[in-house]
């Protein structure tokens, strides 16, 4: 069993890295060799291989670690992401999402949230959810991570969303 102090300290130390890289907006290629980097260091993979089958690392890293990165990041933005779609956080919520994202309210408004580089997972997310649920797709916030930055990316997911009747969509960059 991993030591919980060990486990923070490794987990602080990937966290403050995955900052400074700019995490959300890496590939994923240089995402892997970053996995690789991490399993191979002394001070990360090494410490974890004392308490775990070494070839469990990397997964590890991925699983317990880096995801649940991701996840705190798309939950610290929550605040933005009501603001983004001209919302007040909700009070009501009939049922919550997880990947990606979301809520459907009281009044069955389906709210979808997530990085940009799944935007047609969370674009059909937001349309699924609402039709599974009586409710109505209202509105999808996307993240931005480098995969819908430009013009002509954005004009694709606006277009696509309005083909699903997504209310809304809007974009934290």
């Known amino acids: ?10 987990r602080d130390k990937i966290w403050s ?7 959300s907006s890496l590939n994923d290629l240089d995402r892997s060799k970053l996995y690789e980097r991490w399993t191979k260091d002394p001070d990360v993979g090494g410490q ?6 070494p070839r469990k690392v990397r997964v590890y ?12 990041k798309l939950l610290a933005a929550e605040d933005d992401i009501w603001r983004a779609l001209d919302m007040s956080p909700p009070r009501d919520v009939s049922g919550t999402f997880i990947k ?17 580089r799944d935007w047609k997972l969370v674009l059909m997310a937001a349309f699924e959810r609402a039709i599974n649920n009586g409710g109505v797709s209202h509105g999808v916030v996307l993240l931005e991570t480098g995969k819908t930055s430009d013009e ?9 969303s309005m083909r ?4 809304k969509i809007a974009w934290l960059d």
Do not use: N, T
């Not at 069993?1 to 490794?10: A, D, Q, T």
């Not at 002509?152 to 696509?160: G, H, N, Q, T």
């Open 100 to 116: 990606p994202h979301g809520c459907q309210l009281d009044d069955g408004r389906v709210v979808c949230w997530g990085k940009s």
């Open 61 to 72: 890293i991925k699983d317990s670690l880096i995801k649940p990165y991701e996840r705190a």
């Open 152 to 160: 002509s990316s954005r004009k694709l997911v606006v277009e696509a």
């Open 1 to 10: 069993m991993l030591p919980e102090k060990i486990r923070i300290s490794i």
């Open 17 to 23: 890295l995955a900052d400074q890289i700019g995490w």
């Open 164 to 167: 699903l009747g997504i209310k």
């Open 48 to 53: 974890l291989a004392h308490f775990m089958d």
